[in-house]
């Protein structure tokens, strides 16, 4: 059932070159310029009206939104709030009939994403769902949506569903983007040709195994862990730190890299390991200033770069080598290696990999 994996994570977390093409199989053809989702095509022009997305989830799923709040942004210039469904529920949102409101959630059952749903509803907002669960509460409650098609996640640790949802999620992007001439021709077709492409990096970003398996072997002991990354990679932080946090037990925190000298550069010193996502593209050059910072405090510094870097190369205990792309799709493969990472400490560590404490698969109470 494991697939001779130890674990459904591992399993899972290996899955994600054959998922994310299950993804985007007949929706994403690159060669023809087509990206094309049914949930959008037969509602474009409530997208197209929208006058914001609010995108409303929990946890990994919360994170995944993040990542699609830079990618519509950018690409479809709407504006966009990320909401978590907690909060959102509980605060008398101000909801607009012009609202798109995209739910997301691995499960399609988490209880406070579809009291949001309902909430949403009501208010005459257009709600769409971006499940993986076929069937589930919140793909009937709400009007229309994709379902990433990743097939069941066993773990508690979300791996696969994450990657799956910033896929789907970017194709959205792309179609909005391409109706509403908001992306250059060419800037449209390399991001379809490289997304297409992303499952071979992300097999390739795999390979990383090993020397995530290294560097779990000597930060397993840390007591704490921090993660730091810019742009498209701050959610990736915040993924990178609950991902640790909820299977090893180790206390991490995700914190955009500028963020720390306002607090968290208190907290490094020689013991404390810092994980930075530093993608050759994407404020870069920021970034290995930060690194620096980290460095003049003596802090641990592994640092996930794009294949043949040579600047963060000399300024880090270690790197970890990831595949070049556009940008935008750089959470794809900088996510890989913060998976294979907290997975290995996790198992060092004795802890219940696919089980961890006191968590659920579905968090269907509130
Ligand atoms: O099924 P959902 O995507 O709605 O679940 C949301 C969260 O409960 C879930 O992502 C949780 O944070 C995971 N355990 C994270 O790995």
Redesign the pocket.
Known sequence: EKGGYEHFMLKEIYEQPNVIKDTYRGRLLANKGIVQMAGIEDNIEKFLNAERIIIV?????WHAGLVAEYIFEEFARIPVEVEYASEFRYRNPIINPKDVVIA???????AD?LAAIKLAKEKGAFVFGVCNVVGSSISRETHAGAYTHAGPEIG???TK?FTTQITILTMISLRLAKAKGTMSNSDFHRYLQELEAIPEKVAEALATNDIAKTIASIYKDAPNCLYLGRGYNFPVALEGA??LK?ISYIHAEGYPAAEMKHGPIALIDEKMPVIVIAPKQGHYDKVVSNIQEIKSRSGKIIAVVTKGDTQVKKLADHVIEIPDTAEALTPLLTTIPLQLLSYHIAVMRGCNVDQPRN?AK??TVE
């Open positions: 989830a929990c946890g990994t799923s997301i959630s691995q499960s399609g059952e988490t994403t508690v640790a979300s569903a609950l991902k909820e968590l579905s968090v």
